[in-house]
């Protein structure tokens, strides 16, 4: 059975490279019939921060990704927080004591400073220079009885390589001589991530890790460990790099990186997921737009490429706009109401509100534009765009206002046919152009020159609304330009 994990850290925020790998292994879980688990690897407690947890559990609710064993939920082979799990680590560090596998390193922050930084100096590259490697067994009870602090390190090969077969990568291969005599227990008790990653993926039945490039280097010494304990390895799905536009590695000071700033940005969690898929898959055509249930038929982990994956912000937005078109009308509307009520709005019936939808659904790329481009549906204008007025506003105009609103006072039907007809006739009746009448009625009625159709702005507003809005514009309009 197939069975993968997402293993992250709660160190605060959810990162979007770490929902690409949630993602991955949750698609490629599903798509095999398998389970997708939930551990949380919170053995530093250094860089735990509250709520870490919760805020990732969430997250991947907001995703629509579920995970079949887990915190909360558990499964059979929980807990599934590795905080509760050490003495099970430490149990198998002492295992590896005892087979020669591992020893304790009794050296001091200050010591292991001074080889660094030698090291250094000789241009080598950093690592314990294994001193406690070579202390007998009579000096390790000595020092075990009467020092404070030790730490427990696995034993790597002085010589050679490994080479291990990665389906994304396929074979890798690397030298024992940069891979360090890994610390697996801290003087605090607690296990490193190599150790309990190990420990944890063979007793959570773990078939394929699947996981970001920066731990490939480190996928040595997880395979010695499985070779220590005697345990067949899971298979390795090392995912590609994200990268900016640049080229450099996805930082924060190029652009948000927390998917919560995505999600507060007013993007739709089928977009985000939708384009995270395509940062490194794809389905080898042309079609672009995917659900979460599309993506469970179609994700394979040989479609995924090791080269970098940029992320592209306008291709989210492309993508961001294409889903809010799939969505209805009602859900676009159940999705903006909160964003209305945030910006103070009194909200109209549904009715209205969905005929606005209607109209500017198609301009909408997140969903806060809604609010940026519905504003004067909801709220008449109290101040006019001076450029627009500038460049729109004569001292004949209110005359010619005049006789369109003479027009369509008289209207039986408020429609944007009969008002349009209205429009014209005022035209002929002028002899003016289209635009020099068009122009400042939209002033008057959402303070700028540019928008939505007048004729569709009129019948939305309504009889009432319409003329007392172009009175009062009018009226400023007349005194402002005086
Ligand atoms: N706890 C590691 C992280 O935060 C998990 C790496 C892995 O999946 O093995 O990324």
Redesign the pocket.
């Known amino acids: 059975m197939i069975r993968t994990r997402f ?3 709660p160190t605060g925020f959810l990162h979007v490279g770490g929902l690409r ?1 949630a993602l991955y292994a949750y698609l490629f879980a599903k798509k095999n019939q398998g389970n997708f688990l939930l551990r949380i ?1 919170d053995t530093d407690k250094t860089r735990e921060v509250a709520g870490g947890t919760q805020n990732i559990i969430n997250t991947l609710h907001w995703a629509d990704m579920f995970f079949d064993e887990g915190p909360e939920i558990d499964g059979p082979y929980g807990p599934y927080t590795q905080s509760q799990r050490l003495e099970l680590y430490q149990k198998h560090a002492q295992q590896l004591i005892a087979a020669g596998h591992a020893y304790y390193c009794f050296c001091s922050a200050e010591r292991l400073d001074a080889v660094r930084q030698a090291q250094i100096a000789a241009k080598q590259p950093p690592a314990y220079d294994r001193l406690c490697r070579k202390l007998s067994p009579e000096e390790v009870q000595i020092k075990l009885a009467t020092s404070e602090k030790q730490v427990i390190r696995m034993k790597v090969p002085l010589t050679g390589s490994i080479t291990f077969h990665d389906i994304i990568r396929n074979d890798v291969s690397i030298g024992y001589n940069v891979v360090d005599d890994q610390v697996i227990i801290k003087s605090d008790g607690f296990p490193t ?1 190599h150790l309990a ?1 190990v420990v944890d993926d063979h007793y959570m039945h773990i078939s394929h ?1 699947i ?2 490039e920066e ?1 490939l280097p480190s996928t040595p010494k997880h395979l010695l460990l499985y070779q220590y304990f005697g345990w067949q390895a899971p298979q390795f799905a090392h995912l590609p790099l994200l990268l900016n536009p640049d080229r450099s590695k996805l930082s924060k000071r190029q652009g948000d990186v927390a998917v919560e700033d995505y999600r507060a940005k007013g993007y739709l969690k089928e977009a985000l997921i939708n384009f995270i898929a395509f940062l490194g898959w794809n389905p080898g055509d042309t079609r672009e737009i995917f659900s979460l249930k599309e993506l469970e038929q179609e994700f394979s982990l040989e479609r995924v490429g090791s080269a970098g994956a940029v992320f592209n912000i306008e291709k989210l937005n492309w993508l961001n706009h294409q889903h809010i078109m799939r969505k209805s009308d009602e859900e676009v509307l159940s999705m903006v109401k909160p964003l209305m009520e945030q910006a103070g709005w009194d909200i109209p019936d549904d009715t209205y509100c969905l005929r606005i939808i209607k109209v500017l659904k198609e301009r909408l790329v997140v969903l806060p534009d809604f609010i940026t481009y519905g504003d004067y549906f909801f709220n008449a204008p109290s101040i006019f765009d001076e450029t627009a007025v500038t460049k729109h506003w004569h001292h004949y105009t209110p005359e010619h206002i005049a006789l369109f609103v003479e027009r369509v006072k008289e209207l039986t039907s408020w429609d944007v046919l009969s008002l349009e007809a209205a429009l014209k006739a005022t035209l002929e009746q002028t002899g003016i152009k289209m635009g020099a009448l068009m122009a400042p009625l939209r002033i008057t009625l959402t303070g700028f020159a540019q928008g939505v159709s007048v004729y569709e702005l009129m019948e939305i507003l309504g009889k009432t609304e319409s003329l007392k809005r172009i009175a009062y514009g009018v009226e400023t309009l007349t005194k402002q330009t005086r």
């Open positions: 293993a992250p850290s790998t690897e991530y990653v890790v996981r970001g731990w």
